[in-house]
């Protein structure tokens, strides 16, 4: 069954300011092949509708503050990022949902593969099957 986790970075700071590091196999647990974001996200949208079959993702709100729906099939938990140093880890089986997005939000997403279409499961029947079946 898919899972997902908080992480929480460490702030680097002095007195110009805030930094954050991310860094594959430490405090980001996986090899990094792929970073993307998602911002200007227009009022009321809901994006994602999917699950992944293989892929490993961690999500920040690096501005503003958007909520993800995590379905594992059986049960929906909503967290709501709105802190650069807080990452969300979602691996295995899970259907999300993106929502809530402020109008600045910045949504930072490092992902384990490269993009392929072939790992997406876009209908919400399928990922329950496929759920059931593991
Ligand atoms: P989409 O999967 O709809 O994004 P989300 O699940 O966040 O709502 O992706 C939007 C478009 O961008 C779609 O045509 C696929 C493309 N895309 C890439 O080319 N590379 C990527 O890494 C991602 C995440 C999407």
Not at 41 to 50: A, E, L, Q
Request: contains cysteine; negative net charge; glycine residues 6%.
């Amino acid at each position: 069954m898919g899972d997902y986790k908080l992480l929480d970075f460490q702030t680097l700071g002095d007195e110009r300011g805030s930094l954050i590091a991310l860094e594959e196999n430490y405090n980001a647990p996986f090899e990094i092949k792929r970073v993307y974001y998602i911002f200007d996200t227009k009022d009321g949208v809901i994006r994602g509708y999917h699950a992944h079959i293989k892929l490993k993702q961690i999500a920040i709100a690096v501005k503003g503050s958007c909520t993800f729906v995590i379905d594992n099939g059986k049960s929906r938990d909503e967290i709501t990022l709105d802190n650069p140093n807080t990452g969300l880890l979602i691996e295995g089986l899970i259907w999300r949902e993106m929502k809530d997005f402020t109008p600045d939000c910045v949504l930072v997403v490092l992902a384990s593969e490269h993009y392929d279409e072939n790992d997406y499961i876009r209908d919400y029947q399928k990922f329950i099957d496929l759920v059931l079946k593991n």
